[in-house]
DNA sequence: ATAATACGTATCATATATTGAAACGTTCGT
DNA sequence: ACGAACGTTTCAATATATGATACGTATTAT
């Protein structure tokens, strides 16, 4: 009778018959399927409560009865695991590539998506000095004025880029940011046509970057990934040698995305 | 306040706070990322209400906070999905390959997966003839005096294989069934070497059948195929037709699961 | 064939888990 | 340096999940 009631340690805030539920869909999920009454003794409750469950995960569209009277997961859950995983596969398949930009060139690297227009950074590597950079994963930038974002929007769709230009304001945050229509325009066509985008402090004063988009398998410029630091060390010349190297490694990226 | 309370029209036997746990899941799916206040306005709550489930979620395991204090999904839901994934994905794959067979040959094609020492069929298309097997979907049946069963049996790893044969019991269902060890072993080494099994009424009386293992990505026989129908029209010679075009269904299979 | 058992589903009163408000310390924007 | 917005915790009120009960159907045993 102890063990039967000592839950009570758990925090108190926790919603029970949510973890209940979840339980119940893994169990569903490991054995494939399972009938009302084999729940209930998995779960250590009676028929109603294991039906109950059951059912509202079945009215939620994560399980099915099949005709021997089982219940077993369909392929929902496939959706919301395909959500996530495609923002946990780029960056796992540009670690290897981030570090070694990092080693090569020792300036920040960082991996940006383009979401709601915007670029939220999903991946980074500090670059190791003093003088850098200081930005933290999941933080959110404008697109207009960073590399990653220009890169991004420079191979996006037409009536997408369109959608863009016409409402996102380019409010100037440094001395270099582009705020007038047509120059901007004008520099998204000079990025397409080099592949790669500069943000010289138009952003962030004293601070350039060089990035690259990176194409999904729908040929789209979900990510980019981009080498930034102060001017003072990422002179234009040497951003002359960063350009090959980061273009090599978007272009790797976008083929083992499927693009 | 009508439309506030207009959810009682729902099955009073539903779990509540699943569906709204679940919802949670999916919006963060959906926005890849959250705060507590974000998703407490999308799911029409208070700041406190939303971290419950969040943190309900996190102590989960199905949600991480990041560095900028948002909530987002981590990869768990994948162990999920791909405990699913792998069921439907043999299904899928099987599908034009059983629907050529069927159109072929006008008997019943069975598609079964090995699990807990069973066969359980996990996809068919029936026979048109009105003399027929007649089994459900998620149906069970004993590995041991079936052509599913045994197809897979045979290329079993030698210690799982050995705790079949000593633990099943091999009870008698049909004039043919083999129930000596020495003769069953003997059975599944023929079986290997030709790669198809054959049930010549070892289950039923007058039922017949051919099948042969598909291999998955570990090179497991997780799943068979099979043709099977009256043993009338089922002759010993037609099995000779059928035999390669069942064994090329399932290496073709098997590449295509990654064996 | 028939009885007995196990099962899925529905209903209800009651016990309990969830809720919203309130409060506190922290972070963010100005 | 200030105020607003936020994440987190607590607590009492109450909306909700629970277990018992019941009923019709499928499955199994006799």
Redesign the pocket.
Known sequence: MVEHKNRTEK????????E?GIRMLELLAAHGEL????A?RLMD???????????TLKDLGYVE?NS???YQPTLKIMALSQKVADRFEIRRMAKPHMHRLSMMYKETINLGLFKNQEIIHIDKIDSLEVLRMDSALGDKAPAYCTGLGKSILAFLPDHELDHYVNTVDRRPLAPNTITDKDEFLQELSRIRRNGYAIDDEEMTIGLRCIAAPIFDHNHYPAYAISISGPAMRLTHRALEDIKSHILKVSEDLSHKMGS
């Open positions: 925090k108190y805030y926790n919603i029970a018959s949510l209940k009938s009302v009454s084999e209930a409750t009676n028929r109603a409560g294991s039906h109950r469950f059951i059912s009865k021997s009277n089982k």
